[in-house]
Antibody, heavy 120, light 108 residues
Framework: VQLVESGGGLVQPGGSLRLSCAAS????????MNWVRQAPGKGLEWVSY????????YYTDSVKGRFTISRDNDKNSLYLQMNSLRAEDTAVYFC??????????????WGQGTLVTVSS | SYELTQPPSVSVSPGQTASITCSGD??????ACWYQQKPGQSPVLVIY???KRPSGIPERFSGSTSGNTATLTISGTQSMDEADYFC???????????FGGGTKVTVL
């Protein structure tokens, strides 16, 4: 199992970025996926969830209306479109595979993360 | 919204037992997970469904739950276990994932 994030970088407040997560080594279309972020020196914060077929999507309140999670099962890829970025969105963004056991989240594999810095 | 509370730090001597608690309303009903994160690395799942250990995780890691508390226990702690540990649970109202604030385990 391998998850490789890309697309991070420096962006001005109010700007946009699109993160990608390339999956390999497992049947991507069978698994739910999540984005989790970690601000510098801080703890983990869940950002968004998408079911295997994209039929169910959830977001944390602070990104609702600004971020959009999506996936392309044909390309084995997960995405996070981030608009109207704020300084508080500065973090390392991880994609994580979700085993989804008994309706609960189990993040069994994580990518290495991609750093997003929002600053002028 | 749902909250999980962990102690900021735990210290343990090599070979001794470290216990890390995670508290949240009716947490015992929510199948808590535990993740280990070493500096500069991605988190690693060490316990899921409160008590289950993924393949490849050493037997010295164990989990338990009771009422409002989940506990991660590291028996015979080794220097390599020095890391941050985060508990996590799914809350359905509204649907979202919650992480505890993390506990830094120091092996003295």
């Amino acid at each position: 199992v391998q998850l490789v994030e890309s697309g991070g970088g420096l962006v001005q407040p109010g700007g946009s970025l699109r993160l990608s997560c390339a999956a390999s080594g497992f049947t991507f279309s069978s698994y739910s996926m999540n984005w989790v972020r970690q601000a510098p020196g801080k703890g983990l914060e869940w950002v968004s969830y998408i079911s295997s077929s994209s039929g169910i999507i959830y977001y944390t309140d602070s990104v609702k209306g600004r971020f959009t999670i999506s996936r392309d099962n044909d390309k084995n890829s997960l995405y996070l479109q981030m608009n109207s970025l704020r300084a508080e969105d500065t973090a390392v963004y991880f994609c994580a595979r979700d085993l989804r056991v008994r309706g609960t989240t189990v993040l069994d594999y994580w990518g290495q993360g991609t750093l997003v810095t929002v600053s002028s | 919204s749902y909250e999980l509370t962990q102690p900021p730090s735990v210290s343990v001597s090599p070979g001794q037992t470290a216990s890390i608690t995670c508290s949240g309303d009716k947490l015992g009903d929510k199948y808590a997970c535990w993740y280990q994160q070493k500096p500069g690395q991605s988190p690693v799942l060490v316990i899921y469904q409160g008590t289950k250990r993924p393949s490849g995780i050493p037997e010295r890691f164990s989990g338990s739950t009771s009422g409002n508390t989940a506990t991660l226990t590291i028996s015979g702690t080794q220097s390599m276990d020095e890391a941050d540990y985060f508990c996590e649970a799914w809350d359905s109202n509204p649907p979202h994932v919650v992480f505890g604030g993390g506990t830094k385990v120091t092996v003295l």
